[in-house]
C-alpha cells in the first residue's frame, strides 16, 4: 500500500505502542483514503482505541509513522508541535472525581476524554470531547491539547494542584510578558522621565519667574506653594484621565500584538479598577511633589530667580556611578536573579543620566579653550554656563542610544525559535517607544531651550552679535552634546550588554550594526529638526 498517495489523507504504519509489558499496538499499518469511511472493530482490548488515539495525536507512538495530509504528526509532544504549529499537551489525572471542572472545560475530563483549543479542532482528525474556552487560554491562536488519563509515571514528574485556581502557579506567558514588561519599562524609564522633565520645563521658567514675583510682592510663602500645589494637582489628574482613556482607545490595538504565541484577549490587558484609581491618586500627588521641590528656589530665594542668578555647578563625583551598574550586571549575568539584573540596568541608565550634565560641562571647556570662531565660542560658554541646561534637552536621545547599544548584543535571528521571534518583535515595540518618546522630548526641549536663551541672546543682540551667529552657536551647542556625549553612551549600553551576556554577543548578522547606525541617523535628524522648530522661538523671544 503507498502510504504518500495523494488519496491517502490519512495514514499509519509500523505503529506500535506498548503500556509497560501489554501490547497496545504491534506494527500496524492503516491508511484511509479521500472520501472513505473506516470501521475499526474488534474485541474489547485488541487496541481499538489505542490506534485512534494514536492516529489522532493524543498519543504518541514508540515506534511508527503517523501522517495527516502530507504531514508528519506522530512526533507531538508536550513541547512538540501540531500542524506546524507550537503546542501544549497537558495530560490530567483527577484525584477527586467530585472536583469541579478546570477553567475553560465544561467538566473535568475522565481517561480516554479530550479538550482541543478551537485553533486545534481546526486540524483535529476526530471530534474531540469539548473545546477549550477563552477562560482556560491566553491567546486566541493558542494550541492546547488537554487529555484526560488514567495514570502518569512518576518518571514524568507530574505537577500536583490542590485546586485549578491556585495562586502561586503562574500562566507563564503572562509572566514572561511581565518580565519582559518590567526589563523595558526599566530601559525606557530615564527617556519617558526626560520627556516629562521638558513638557515640565516649557512652563516652568516662566511659573517660577511669576511666583518669585507673588513672593516679592507679599505672597506668603504657604500661599505660593498651595497655588503651585492646587494648579499642577489638576493638571495632573488631567493628564492621568487622558493617559488611562488613550490606553483604553489602544487597548484592542495592543491585544493584536503577537507575543508569546499568539494574539492576547482584550480582557487579559483590560485595565482593573483599582489600578484606574491608583493612577487618578498617585499621578497629581507625584505631579504636586515634583512642583514643590522645584519651588525650593521661590520659597527662599526669589529675588536670586528674579535676577536670574546661576545654580550649582557638577563635579566629578558623579562619574563613580559608572561603574554599579556593570559591577551588578557582572556578578549575577544571565543565569542570576530576574531583580538583581533589572537594578544593574537601572543603575548603568541613572548614571548616564547623573554623568550626563558633567560630561556636557568637559567638552563645552574643550570647545571654549580651542575656539577661534565666535560660533564655538558662544556654543562652549553655553555649555559651561548651564552644563545641566543643555543636557536636558537631549537627555532622551542620549539614553536612547544607551538603550540601543544594549539591546543591539541581543538580536538573535532565525525564525524557528519562537522566543527569538518573541526577543525580536519586543525589541521593535521597545525601540519604536523609545523612539518616539525622545522626538517628543527632544521637540520640547529646543522650545524650552529657546526661552531660556531668550534672554542672553537678547542681550548679545543688543551688543551688536548678528542673529545668524546667535542661531549657529545654538544648534552647535545642541549637536555637541549628541556627538559628545551620546557616541560614547552608546559604546557603554554595548558594553553592560556585553558584561551580562559574558562577552557574548548573541546578535547574529549585521542587524546590530545596522541598529547602532540607526540610532545615529536618528540622533541627528532629531536635533536638526528641533533645532528648526526651536529657532523661530528664539528669534521672536530675544527679538528687541
Known sequence: MNFQSPQVVLSGHGLVKNYGTVVGLAGVDVAVRSGEALAVMG?????????????AGILTPDQGEVWLGGERVDQLNDNGAFAGHRTTVIDLVVLKPSESAPPGLDHAP??????????????????????????????????VIIRGVKTISADEHPQYLSTWNDSNVWDSRMLGLLIAVAFGITLVLFPILSLVGQAAGVAAKRREHRLAALRLAGATRSQVLWLSSVEQAVLGFAGAVVGLVGYTALSPLIAQIPLGGGRWYLSDITVQWWTVLVVLVAVPILSVTSALIGLGRVSITPLGVVRGQTRKGVTALRAGLLVIGPAILGYYGLRGAFLPVLIGVGFAALAVRVIGPWAVQLVGKAMANSANKPVTLLAGRRLVDDPKGAFRPVAALVLSGFVTGFISVFMPSGNDNASFQDMRIGVALLLSLVFLTVAASTAAGAVGTALDQAAPARALRRSGVPLQVIERAARLAAVV????????VVGFGAFCGLVLSGGKVITQGSSGLFLLLGQVVVGLVLVAVAGAAGAPVLRKASAN
Do not use: D, R
Not at 474485541?43 to 492516529?55: C, E, F, M, R, Y
Not at 475522565?110 to 473545546?131: C, D, L, M, N, R
Not at 552634546?481 to 560614547?488: D, F, N, Q
Open 43 to 55: 474485541p474489547s482490548g485488541n487496541g481499538k482505541t489505542t490506534l485512534l488515539h494514536v492516529l
Open 110 to 143: 475522565k481517561p480516554g476524554e479530550v479538550y482541543v483549543s478551537p485553533e486545534v479542532a481546526k486540524h483535529f482528525s476526530q471530534k474531540p470531547t469539548g473545546i477549550i474556552s477563552s477562560k482556560g487560554l491566553s491567546s486566541p491562536e493558542e494550541y
Open 481 to 488: 552634546p549628541v556627538l559628545g556625549v551620546g557616541l560614547p
